[in-house]
């Protein structure tokens, strides 16, 4: 199918549906968590069409809060955080059924659900990713670290597919690519967060591989060993990006300067690692706000030329 093709999408969208009374809050609400906890991406999303900009922040509105369960310190149990999660999900499940939630998060996510026709498994395997996080704090091969990416990242890309649209199927198979990037970049981004919470994403396959001991993270000792292990994980998630960005011309022609933008931004959180000679312990790297903007603004001007 060529990319001059039918966008494929629902045609069940209410004019303007993010301002009926009964929902502004929940789409506020939403709108408010994407632009904290997700700054690149509400940066990349704020060039969607307003409908599927507003459903973008009820989609990651939906996951971060659904992230957010386990990711924020509190004082629970474990099973008081799992109870918390079946909850979100028996709540998901029924919301599904009826289209409509008096869940704060949930009220929003429900109608954009319906209308983009957005499979409930998405939303169940995110959760499925977030028990996931409460059980392990290490995987030991990248498969095992695969399933877990595609659980928290992917199936936010599957469902942002539902939104913007697509003209081939195949489109599904690019965001799955993509999402893994993303949180394979996040994970290279935050080693040293999280090995200060005991959690190691990285494959214990690849350690040994390399000849890298868990204590070497856990000390911050970066060797040449690290280095090479570092610079081989930043390469995977490069090669995820190829991938992913086979499907940016399978979408419509708005989605794909926020998608273009969002690859982009993303992969240059890798760069800042690239610059660091994959030294994971100087900090968080970031992308600044002038180079989103740069990014953004050659991104659209790309698409609208040569697109």
């Not at 990037?181 to 350690?207: C, F, H, S, V, W």
């Amino acid at each position: 199918m060529s990319t001059t093709d039918t966008i494929i999408t629902t045609t069940e969208i209410r004019p303007q549906y993010w301002r009926e009374p009964e929902l502004r809050i929940a789409f506020e609400m939403a709108r408010r968590i994407t632009a904290h906890f997700a700054k690149s991406f509400y940066f990349s999303a704020s060039i969607f069409p307003t409908d599927r900009r507003w459903a973008t922040y009820a989609v990651y509105g939906f996951c971060r809060y659904a992230d957010n369960l386990i990711d924020c310190p509190r004082n629970r149990t474990k099973e008081e955080l799992y109870a918390e999660v079946e909850a979100l999900r028996q709540e998901l499940i029924i919301s599904f059924r009826t289209g409509e939630s008096e869940h704060p998060i949930m009220r929003a996510f429900a109608p954009v659900a319906t209308m983009y026709k957005i499979d409930i498994e998405y939303a169940l395997d995110m959760l499925r990713g977030v028990t996931m996080d409460m059980e392990q704090s290490r995987y030991q091969t990248f498969d095992e670290l695969y399933v877990f990416c595609y659980r928290v990242a992917s199936v936010v890309g599957l469902m942002m597919t539902c939104v913007m649209g697509y003209k081939d199927k195949s489109a599904f198979g690019y965001a799955e690519k993509m999402g893994v990037a993303m949180q394979l970049t996040n994970i290279l981004r935050d080693i040293q967060e999280d090995k200060n919470m005991g959690r190691i994403y990285l494959p214990l396959e690849d350690l040994d591989r390399f000849g890298v001991d868990e204590t070497d993270i856990l000390r911050e000792r970066f060797s040449p060993e690290l280095q090479k292990m570092m610079k081989f994980q930043v390469e995977r998630a490069h090669h995820y990006y190829d991938e992913g960005d086979k499907g940016i011309p399978l979408l419509p022609k708005e989605s794909q300067y926020a998608i273009s933008s969002a690859s982009k931004i993303y992969r240059g959180i890798l760069r800042k690692i690239e610059e660091r000679d994959y030294n994971p312990f100087l900090g968080r790297v970031f992308v600044p706000q002038r180079k989103k903007m740069q990014i953004l603004a050659r991104e659209v001007l790309r698409t609208k030329i040569f697109g």
